[in-house]
C-alpha cells in the first residue's frame, strides 16, 4: 500500500514540476507552451474556463 501512495505522490510531485516549467516558458513569451489550459479548452470548449478542468486532469495523467 505504501508503494502506491508514494508512486502517486512521486506523479503529483513531477506533474507539478512540469506544470511550473511549462508555466514559465509560457510566460516568458519563449513558447506557446499553456498545454493545460489547452487540456481544458478540449473538455470546456472555452479557454477562459479551461484552467480548473485542465489542472485536474493533468494532475490525474500525472498521477496514472
Known sequence: MATILQTFIAGLVGTGLMSVVMTVIHLKGWANADMIRALGSSVTKKYEDALGPGLGL???????
Open 58 to 64: 493533468h494532475l490525474f495523467a500525472g498521477m496514472l
